[in-house]
């Protein structure tokens, strides 16, 4: 027993600099309440109170990159700054984008608020949104445990260094894997169960793209997998449910899986481009 004792304590002692995921945790929750109402524990509305709690969560990013000054290579003050003031841009005004896509591309949605609160999509985008923020100023670790609560919550895991363009609509939400190196475009819906990841996982391929580009007015049909750093899907194109794709398809392409009987043997699945203009 000494000897696990033993084990135990250099663990504690030699655990790296990292933040507690509840401090995490509740940080993101409130600054997702700060920003959207409809998920705050208190509605604020009187100006006063609303602009300190605004300068509070400032503080306290502050505080948090000052006692982990491992996870970052600046000054936690400047860095905090620099997230609050790109926050409007970068965050609110993306996700309110990411809304109106979601309302525009779900008639089952009877108002924005219902999105707001009820649809798992829109808490994992917005989650994103905030971390891709944290990660694209440098901030290790914490934007990964931005998503990955967000993850445990929806079911929805985004890499918080997958590039997503504007009005970007996810419907249903659970299952949906969106891997480091994605690049999205803007006006892309994705559904259920969707994975864009990477068919390497040599760890020497850490730092090249190992994840599909999506280009823009792209759909992705529920159980869809895209898979490679080299695949491209084009431009207006939409990839039908539970396809297994590899290779980049052309522009305005339209994707899905046929199956085939021969003799009562066993279906043989193969993929069809049904229309190209490229």
Not at 240 to 264: A, E, F, H, M
Request: proline share 4%.
């Amino acid at each position: 027993m000494d000897s696990f004792i033993d084990r135990l304590h250099k663990a504690h002692n030699h655990c790296p600099e990292c933040p507690s995921p509840k401090v995490i945790n509740r940080f993101f929750d409130d600054i997702l309440g700060i920003l959207f109402p409809e998920h705050a524990n208190e509605i604020l509305r009187d100006r006063q109170a609303l602009q300190a709690k605004f300068f509070q969560l400032r503080e306290q990013l502050q505080q948090i990159l000052k006692k982990n000054e491992a996870l970052h290579h600046a000054d936690g003050a400047a860095l905090s700054h620099a997230f609050f003031d790109r926050l409007e841009k970068e965050v609110f005004e993306r996700v309110h984008e990411d809304l109106q896509a979601m309302f525009d591309g779900d008639p089952a949605a009877k108002s924005k608020t219902e999105i707001i609160r009820c649809y798992p999509g829109f808490y994992a985008i917005a989650a994103y949104r905030i971390a891709h923020l944290l990660h694209v100023l440098g901030i290790g670790l914490i934007p990964r445990m931005i998503t990955e609560y967000a993850h445990g919550k929806t079911g929805v895991d985004i890499h918080p260094g997958a590039k997503i363009g504007r009005h970007f609509c996810i419907d249903h939400a659970t299952g949906i894997v969106i891997g480091e190196t994605t690049i999205v475009g803007d006006r892309v819906k994705i559904y259920q169960g969707v994975t864009l990841g990477a068919l390497s996982v040599n760890k020497e391929d850490a730092d090249k793209k190992r994840h599909p580009t999506i280009e823009d007015d792209v759909v992705i049909y529920a159980g869809a997998t895209i898979l490679g750093g080299d695949t491209v899907i084009g431009k207006g194109s939409v990839v039908g449910g539970n396809v297994w794709l590899t290779k980049s398809i052309p522009p305005k392409s339209k994707i899905y899986y046929q199956t085939k009987i021969y003799d009562g043997a066993s279906n043989l699945t193969d993929f069809y481009v049904l229309k190209s203009d490229a």
